[in-house]
């Protein structure tokens, strides 16, 4: 049931029920030629416009966005598996990136005074070209807007090579810019891989955003570097969510099951690695295995479904690969750790224990539904295990002490630690890594200026 290719193109497929949906064929070589010249006439005209214009024009994308909520959303629910519920969630939060820009971006790429011995001096922000975003599936539609909105508002095109299950949210979001007066700056496009390529080194291009695999990502960048453009990676993550003594248990608890279950486990920021202080343990294992239990896998577009299919059937036989491992390596499967017998890409959601640093359930990210209890002999010991990983995205930390947790968020080795909440991403906070996560920023001023010409002047 993955996506079958061919030569020419892609079909989609319902990961709830394992139906062909539509085909996409790839574009043309001469397609792709046409594309680009009408991005770069369109950016020439983009660029030109005021702020407060092209501003507008990003007001009206994110008011068509809200009218058409429920047609975006159960597109990415039937692509791939998203529940409903959470789709709409995804349409109003892409719409509340544009609301953010639109209040703040003024501010951001006023021109900036410096001190200079003689004379006076100071930065403006120029946009720098069109820029190629290779995006992923789990969000269809926010890791794209989010990535765009920045780029366009100061001055650049973008074109957007979306994940090939979820083409049909890529077109939406071309039929929407059309809507907008958009089109020549917004373009989702179906490339393949060697297309694709090709387009990150063709001179019009000026710089890469990639949100996927280590492997995708660490590829793309390194044809971007052979041809002297800039690259912001954002590539996953194996997130610690610390459970300390002093944490308030049932908060955390709860607090754990969204981190992980949310979305088929299936999101970059999930808390994949539960590190838990060794006095509270057994009773947070009790707690989080009991409504672990009670959680049910239902059809995806019911309005209160909470997990449905992962995204593609060869995911979840990826997944279950890793599990099996994992408990062959000594883990303690404590439920579930099966893959459903129906049509789709269903798994059964599920808790392994006993995990140790040499397990493949905490070297590698498990992107699903299963959660990896770990156990600390102490404070020290969660922050060596938090730290021992590849990757660095974000983490949670739980503790009602307030000065331990900001001691021990500056040690925490991630872009970001959120102190008893969930890792959440938020137009007014930066979202990146370090390590094997990537490196850039995405969002707020960080993200508005990654692309752009932060130009000195300086007069005497």
């Known amino acids: 049931m993955t996506s079958p290719h061919s030569d020419d193109g892609v079909s989609t497929v319902n990961p709830a029920n394992g139906e062909t949906l539509n085909y996409y064929p790839f574009l043309s070589d001469s397609a792709v030629h046409d594309t680009l010249r009408q991005v770069e006439r369109g950016y020439e005209g983009w660029r030109a416009k005021s702020l407060g214009a092209r501003l507008d024009l990003l007001h009206r994308f994110a008011t068509r966005l809200r009218e058409r909520k429920d047609e975006l959303a159960r597109m990415a629910t039937l692509e791939m598996g998203k529940t409903i519920s959470s789709a709409r969630t995804e349409i109003e939060k892409c719409a509340s990136v544009i609301d953010w820009y639109g209040q703040h971006a003024p501010a951001l790429l006023r021109d900036k005074p410096m001190t200079v011995p003689v004379g006076k001096a100071y930065l403006s922000y120029a946009p720098t070209g069109i820029v190629l975003a290779v995006m992923p599936w789990n969000f269809p539609y926010w890791q794209i807007i989010r990535a765009a909105v920045p780029i366009l508002v100061g001055g650049n095109g973008f074109i957007v090579k979306p994940a090939e299950n979820t083409l049909g949210c890529g077109e939406l979001l071309n039929e929407i810019a059309r809507e907008c007066d958009l089109d020549d700056v917004f373009m989702s496009v179906n490339l393949s891989r060697e297309q694709t390529a090709h387009v990150i080194a063709d001179s019009r291009i000026s710089g890469v955003t990639v949100t996927g695999s280590v492997r995708a990502g660490r590829i ?233 010409n932060i130009k000195t002047v300086w007069a005497c």
């Open 220 to 452: 793309l960048a390194g044809i971007a570097g052979q041809n002297g453009k800039k690259s912001l990676l954002e590539l996953g993550g194996s997130d610690p969510f610390i459970v300390l003594a002093t944490a308030n248990l049932d908060k955390a608890v709860d607090a754990a099951i969204a981190a992980r279950f949310a979305n088929c486990g299936q999101v970059c920021i999930a808390a994949k690695r539960i590190i838990l202080e060794a006095p509270i343990a057994e009773a947070f294992a009790q707690k989080f295995l009991e409504k672990a239990r009670s959680l049910t896998l239902q059809a995806p577009l019911s309005d209160d479904a909470f997990i449905g299919p992962m995204a593609r059937a060869d995911l979840r036989d990826g997944l279950h690969e890793q599990v099996r491992r994992s408990i062959s390596e000594g883990a303690q499967l404590l439920l579930g750790g099966k893959a459903v017998d129906r049509p789709g890409a269903w798994y059964e959601p599920t808790v392994l224990a006993g995990i140790t640093r040499h397990m493949t359930a905490f070297k590698e990210e498990l992107f699903g539904p299963v959660a990896c209890l770990i156990e600390a002999r102490d404070v020290e010991h969660a922050i060596s295990l938090a730290n021992d990983s590849a990757y660095g995205l974000g983490a949670s930390l739980w503790t009602e002490d307030a000065a331990l947790a900001q001691t021990l968020a500056q040690r925490i080795e991630t872009g970001g630690v959120f102190i008893n909440r969930i890792t959440a991403s938020d137009p007014a906070l930066p979202i990146g890594g370090v390590k094997a996560s990537g490196y850039g920023r995405e969002l707020t001023e960080l993200g508005l200026h990654e692309f752009m």
